[in-house]
């Protein structure tokens, strides 16, 4: 038996089904990504003075991993088109370059952005002691220009072993340029190019610290919403890169010879995914990375 | 500006549609390039201070929302789709701010207001 409406669209809704399917799925990813960014707005927004790290991120990296997105929204669509004037060739040219960006985008983030963070460290410091460490945090300056103080010291962890070690009872980090120099008013505002950590040396006894780890997932509500967010919408371009690999298989260029609407109304459907990954990474992209 | 019509069984027809393909290209060609351009206006606005933190984040959010509108009207085809999606969109959008609503009842204490 054929399955009715998989080309042709039915009369009174004038669509066919997985266009109906397709937008169905997309609506619970809404709820489910919405979900996510309620509570990124309510972590965010209940966050205190000096609490919500700025800057963290890699913003160039950022920015290029969007124009990849933005431009495998393109190609995805292009590959539509070429299919809609009946151009195989083309089509499987398209495909492959969103195929190309897809993995870009994942390689670029697992392999780059997130190792990055893992091997970064950073030390929230008592309240009581934030005077000690002064020359590294700069809160005078910061309170004489009305900005948020800073609580957490950053850097490139020496003694590793300190983690696990309570016989160790200090954390050498190199630092950040911000600790390195905090008074300077350059360090105010997050740059846009990242700048390696210094050769500047602080030792930080672990009875000062509230909370010191890698930038990892429990570092943090930030990074806690950052890798969860993230690593969802990772998981979703996965999905896409692994849909759009089927497209070029065999099985589906049968399908195009057989009725090459068929192929186009599948990848239309596919694209509309992708397209909704795209636009999740349009508000994943600044209030990450830029705010 | 949306979906090109169905290709034409009849052989001189093909050729106008042909074209008209080619314009929907066109513009879907014009869409990444403003997308691409409002990245960049994003990342540069990030470090302009607007006054407070909150003027920086209703402005990031508000270069977004545009890019956002762009892929769903343009390349999702929403600015000339079919009235059952848009069905499913309304109470899509209803019970999504119904979520973010419910996010700030949190803060709401009805015992020290």
């Known amino acids: ?291 | 500006m949306n979906n090109p019509p169905d290709i034409s069984p009849v052989e001189h027809e093909t050729e106008e549609y042909a074209h008209e393909v080619r314009r929907h290209v066109r513009g879907y060609l014009m869409v990444g390039a403003t997308l691409i351009a409002f990245t960049i206006i994003t990342v540069a606005l990030s470090y302009v201070n607007f006054g407070t933190q909150k003027a920086n984040v209703a402005v990031a959010l508000l270069v977004a929302t545009f890019k956002a509108g762009l892929v769903a009207a343009i390349f999702m085809h929403l600015s000339a789709e079919k009235r059952l999606i848009y069905r499913v969109l309304i109470f899509t959008g209803f019970f999504v701010f119904g979520l973010f609503w419910l996010t700030y009842l949190a803060w709401y204490d009805p015992v020290h207001r």
């Open chain 1, 1 to 291: 038996m054929e399955i009715p409406y998989t080309v042709s669209a039915r009369r009174d809704t004038g669509l066919w089904n997985a266009k109906v399917g397709i937008w169905l799925f997309l609506a619970s990813e809404v709820m489910l990504f919405g979900g996510l960014f309620s509570a990124y707005i309510f972590l965010r927004l209940d966050a205190g003075p000096g609490d919500w790290p700025h800057g963290l991120l890699n913003v160039p990296v950022g920015t290029g991993n969007t124009a990849i997105l933005i431009a495998s929204s393109v190609t995805v669509v292009l590959a539509w088109a070429a299919l809609k004037m009946r151009d195989l060739t083309k089509y499987r040219i398209y495909m492959a370059i969103t195929i190309l960006c897809g993995v870009a985008f994942l390689v670029v983030k697992l392999a780059y952005e997130w190792p990055q963070k893992f091997d970064h460290f950073g030390a929230f410091i008592k309240e009581d002691a934030l005077g000690k460490y002064e020359q590294y945090l700069g809160n005078k300056h910061l309170l004489e220009k009305g900005l948020p103080p800073r609580k957490e010291i950053t850097g490139h962890l020496h003694n590793k072993e300190a983690l696990k070690d309570p016989n160790i009872k200090e954390y050498e980090i190199a630092l950040d340029p911000i600790n390195a120099d905090p008074t300077n008013p350059a360090m105010d505002r997050p740059h846009f190019w990242p700048k390696p950590a210094t050769e500047k040396i602080a030792t930080i006894e672990k009875e000062d610290v509230q909370y010191a780890n890698m930038f990892l997932p429990k570092h943090s509500a930030y990074f806690a919403s950052y890798f969860t967010i993230t690593g969802l919408h990772g998981a979703h371009v996965l999905g896409g890169v692994l849909v759009f690999c089927y497209m070029m298989l065999p099985a589906s260029t049968r399908i195009y010879r057989h009725n090459p609407e068929h192929l186009a109304n599948r990848v239309e459907v596919a694209g509309l995914f992708w397209h909704f990954v795209d636009l999740v990474w349009i508000f994943v992209f600044p209030l990450f990375y830029l705010l």
